[in-house]
T-cell receptor, first 110, second 113 residues
């Protein structure tokens, strides 16, 4: 079955540094991957979508890459700020649904 | 802005009770989804609907049913609540098609005693 794996350990980053989160998938390459942000007690909020034929996508301080050889997507936040602290979820397509990773908690320390 | 609302933020029910969770979206989206989220397990799809009166089972439909009588409203029903259904329930909607972003409601934290 298809799975999405994200690092379950919290990631602690110093303010101003680049935070990099990893999303690994199994089996065949998805047509696209989506990244969401989730704050405590709230629903996820969509951030970026990257398609299989795209190597990289950017949005302001966010950058997502898609490596079909490694079966991996990396999510980068440059010049990180304490307000970026949240849980970040990765999801892949599967028969018009999404399969979700468990998320990685990011903590940006001042 | 797309708005997805859920009827309750917090709900406490007793084992065996029938529970209704309501979700309403205001952007005329075709697709609607019900998920539950538990620590360490991520979002798991319970049911989804791609049109009025249409429903499809997700990964964990057992113990749940759904109703979509109007395009904007998607209800999740727990016929006889059990303690293992204590969870965060999230509703989402999206336009038709597979790659479109999902818009989520704030979630309902359900506790079954």
């Amino acid at each position: 079955s298809q799975k999405i794996e994200q690092n379950s350990e919290a990631l602690n980053i110093q303010e101003g540094k680049t935070a990099t989160l990893t999303c690994n998938y199994t089996n065949y390459s998805p047509a696209y991957l989506q990244w969401y942000r989730q704050d405590p007690g709230r629903g996820p909020v969509f951030l970026l979508l990257i398609r299989e034929n795209e190597k990289e996508k950017r949005k302001e301080r966010l950058k997502v890459t898609f490596d079909t050889t490694l079966k991996q997507s990396l999510f980068h936040i440059t010049a990180s700020q304490p307000a970026d602290s949240a849980t970040y979820l990765c999801a892949r397509d599967s028969n018009y649904q999404l399969i979700w990773g468990a998320g990685t908690k990011l903590i940006i320390k001042p | 802005d797309v708005k997805v609302t859920q009827s309750s933020r917090y709900l406490v029910k007793r084992t065996g009770e029938k529970v209704f969770l309501e979700c309403v979206q205001d952007m005329d989206h075709e697709n609607m989804f019900w998920y539950r989220q538990d620590p360490g397990l991520g979002l798991r799809l319970i049911y989804f609907s791609y049109d009025v009166k249409m429903k499809e089972k997700g990964d964990i439909p057992e113990g749940y049913s759904v109703s979509r009588e109007k395009k904007e409203r998607f209800s999740l029903i727990l016929e006889s609540a059990s303690t293992n259904q204590t969870s965060m329930y999230l509703c989402a909607s999206s336009v038709a098609g597979g790659s479109n972003e999902q818009f989520f409601g704030p979630g309902t934290r359900l506790t079954v005693l």
